[in-house]
């Protein structure tokens, strides 16, 4: 009891506690990779610590496919669980809130309040549905440098993301050179080969052969749930280890002693994979699961430039780079191919394979020894 | 011109040439191990080479997941494509037609001409959908067994199989020792753990949630071919090495020189994914997927003994055991587990892991390497 209350005590000292998202809107339109025009944009972003008189002490934290702007503490004291990154972002935290002004922003293409495919379209009064033009990541970064200006925040301390969001801050320390001064690239990679383009386009496809994606204009009506939750579950499979996948549940049956030969699911795996799609499906829309995935399979760190060292050439913050050793969705040679081409640029970088049985999700959750690491890189720049 | 119609004379010469699949009905009931029984039942089966005289020179060749009987030759001149094993089966090939009597049987549960959901359920007069009962990996060596005793072969000299062929191989070897003197087990494993599991589960969710499934009773009306196409496009991404795909598509583009930034497949690793899923709805049942996947999971070898060693106690044959370095479906340490518990049980046992890039397909495309071990071992027994 005693126990449990001091942990709670310390939690409540160090969280971030309650908080609320916010909202920017620019009715200027935001021209696009692809030549399009958006307008107008709205973006959610939440914020923890305080922008200092300088406002040189601001982190910038991109979220991953499935995330959003809630990235730390709660909405309303009741909620069950805190945002996303919360283990790294508080009083003493990796990204210390006593000392730094943390930002995160829905990327645009999104679902959690940042205008996606499930916002309303100027030009017909109803949601875009497909008629959304195809953001990338250059596109989710420019809009987020939008927010930059407008909150008088010339040079970020620190970009930081894991898997999508470290492309992301990859893309803003390419080709906002001068605004950033270290960027944390944790378990991501330059861009996507053949495999990791192969399950997002198994996801894609069970969605939009959903017979209720009818062509993407299904809002007001049913939902490709079923879709959407098949690529969930592909999705989240490489996520997993085998090894984390084994230890957790290796045939274990989710209620009877027996198989019961059926074909309905029996084993633990099963169920909870079942419940990974359920769980999604009430959280996320299907398009901007197309829209998002397609941006990570486009995405090129080194389109545009005679070669990845090139594009490294152009960035000037230092670089801290972290690949997870049971990853195998970007597993370390992704990081290292990172990593030598920005030495071989000239960057200034630091590289650290964690040895974990995580897999991808390592990012998410390997906290404790992530802490240490972004928290030293970030006082050092 | 010349090396081309030299190379076509060789085929001729060792090729098993035009084969037909032959059919085996039984009206008396199998037994399953659900205590269900099935009848009638049907085995479609091929057979290539002769059986001599004392009928003991009978290999048994089992077929993996989405394979069936016809694993050499063709059925017409005019087929664009030999059975599924055809480089390995002929005169002077792995099993070599010239002194051996090869026998191939599509499974019970299937969907290529044995006893499966799609067969007419006598109670109803209409196929009997998922009415079918769950079958297993014992329930189809079982029916293969009958097979042998109505063609008078009492002893298999091999009987052989990679993958879902390769616990069929294990399980004959075990529950009918008496009946064959070398199993060959080739990229397999003794049972599925969570990641087997959890990609199957995937599929099968996939096939269920088409709302053309229509609880498995979908003959005579639309089939519900999108959620078969997402089931095979995932269970071929486990067949595939990430190195394989890479090298093969990379992120390469279908048709244009650039990205055209839309919702639309545009890499050719799609593309083939696509042509993957398609091509399986032309010549598979849905239903049958799900029932060999659930037979595929719920397949222990150690079911029934006190431990996999136990189980191999009770085989007497000699066992050729192969994996292949980058299958990731059924990793060497299958293999490795498979000939650790077998040399345990006092077995006469081989094991080799051939470096392949090819994935688990390797079991099927890495046959020159695989002639000269399967022959040796055959000719030893």
Same mark, same amino acid.
């Given at each position: 009891m005693?126990?449990t209350l001091s942990?709670?005590l310390?939690?409540l000292n /160090?969280?971030v506690g309650?908080? $609320?998202?916010h909202y920017?809107? *620019?009715?200027?339109?935001l021209?696009l990779?692809n030549g399009?025009?958006?307008?107008?944009i709205?973006l959610a972003?939440?914020?923890?610590g305080?922008l200092?008189e300088?406002?040189?002490?601001?982190?910038l934290?991109m979220?991953a496919l499935?995330g959003?702007?809630?990235a730390a503490?709660?909405?309303a004291?009741? @909620? #069950?669980?805190p945002? *996303?990154w919360?283990d790294?972002i508080g009083?003493g935290?990796?990204? @210390?809130t006593?000392r730094?002004?943390?930002?995160?922003?829905n990327v645009i &293409?999104?679902?959690q309040g940042?205008?996606g495919?499930?916002s309303?379209n100027?030009?017909t009064?109803?949601?875009?549905?497909s008629d959304?033009p195809?953001?990338?990541? $250059?596109?989710?970064?420019?809009a987020q440098v939008r927010?930059?200006d407008r909150l &008088?925040?010339? /040079?970020?301390?620190a970009?930081i993301? &894991?898997?999508? &969001?470290?492309?992301?801050?990859?893309e803003?320390?390419?080709?906002?050179?001068?605004?950033?001064?270290?960027?944390v690239?944790?378990?991501?990679?330059?861009?996507?080969g053949?495999? +990791?383009i192969?399950f997002?386009?198994?996801g894609?496809? !069970?969605i939009m052969t959903? !017979?209720? *994606?009818r062509?993407?204009?299904?809002?007001?009506?049913p939902?490709? *749930?079923?879709?959407?939750? !098949?690529?969930?579950m592909?999705g989240h499979?490489t996520?997993l280890?085998?090894e984390r996948?084994?230890? #957790?549940?290796g045939r274990?049956? $989710?209620?009877q002693?027996?198989?019961g030969?059926s074909?309905?699911?029996?084993?633990?795996?099963e169920?909870?994979?079942n419940? +990974?799609?359920r769980?999604?499906?009430? #959280?996320?829309?299907?398009n901007?699961?197309?829209?998002?995935t397609?941006?990570?399979?486009?995405?090129d760190a080194?389109?545009?430039?005679e070669s990845?060292i090139?594009a490294f050439?152009?960035? +000037?913050a230092?670089?801290?780079i972290?690949?997870?050793?049971?990853?195998w969705?970007?597993p370390?040679?992704?990081s +290292?191919?990172?990593?030598?081409?920005? $030495?071989?640029a000239g960057?200034?970088?630091?590289?650290?394979?964690l040895?974990?049985v995580?897999?991808h999700?390592a990012?998410?959750?390997e906290?404790? #020894?992530?802490t240490?690491?972004?928290?030293?890189?970030?006082?050092?720049?």
């Amino acid at each position: 009891m005693v126990a449990t209350l001091s942990v709670e005590l310390e939690t409540l000292n /160090t969280d971030v506690g309650i908080v $609320q998202t916010h909202y920017a809107t *620019w009715e200027e339109p935001l021209r696009l990779q692809n030549g399009a025009e958006l307008a107008p944009i709205t973006l959610a972003y939440e914020t923890y610590g305080t922008l200092n008189e300088r406002r040189d002490n601001a982190l910038l934290v991109m979220h991953a496919l499935s995330g959003d702007a809630h990235a730390a503490g709660r909405h309303a004291p009741t @909620d #069950r669980k805190p945002g *996303w990154w919360n283990d790294m972002i508080g009083s003493g935290r990796a990204f @210390d809130t006593d000392r730094y002004f943390v930002l995160c922003v829905n990327v645009i &293409g999104g679902c959690q309040g940042s205008t996606g495919p499930s916002s309303i379209n100027p030009a017909t009064g109803q949601p875009y549905g497909s008629d959304f033009p195809v953001v990338t990541i $250059q596109d989710m970064v420019a809009a987020q440098v939008r927010l930059l200006d407008r909150l &008088g925040i010339d /040079t970020l301390r620190a970009v930081i993301g &894991g898997s999508m &969001g470290g492309m992301q801050a990859l893309e803003l320390a390419i080709n906002y050179p001068e605004r950033v001064k270290l960027a944390v690239l944790l378990a991501t990679a330059a861009r996507h080969g053949a495999q +990791q383009i192969a399950f997002n386009h198994i996801g894609r496809q !069970a969605i939009m052969t959903d !017979a209720n *994606w009818r062509g993407g204009h299904y809002y007001g009506g049913p939902v490709p *749930w079923a879709g959407l939750a !098949a690529a969930r579950m592909v999705g989240h499979m490489t996520y997993l280890s085998e090894e984390r996948l084994q230890w #957790r549940f290796g045939r274990n049956l $989710q209620t009877q002693e027996q198989p019961g030969f059926s074909l309905e699911p029996e084993f633990a795996v099963e169920s909870y994979l079942n419940y +990974q799609g359920r769980s999604f499906v009430d #959280r996320f829309d299907p398009n901007s699961y197309l829209y998002i995935t397609k941006a990570l399979d486009y995405y090129d760190a080194s389109a545009g430039y005679e070669s990845l060292i090139a594009a490294f050439g152009r960035a +000037q913050a230092r670089f801290l780079i972290a690949s997870f050793s049971s990853d195998w969705l970007y597993p370390p040679r992704e990081s +290292q191919t990172l990593t030598a081409a920005a $030495q071989a640029a000239g960057r200034d970088v630091e590289y650290v394979e964690l040895d974990s049985v995580l897999g991808h999700d390592a990012f998410l959750l390997e906290y404790e #020894r992530l802490t240490p690491l972004i928290a030293d890189a970030i006082a050092s720049v």
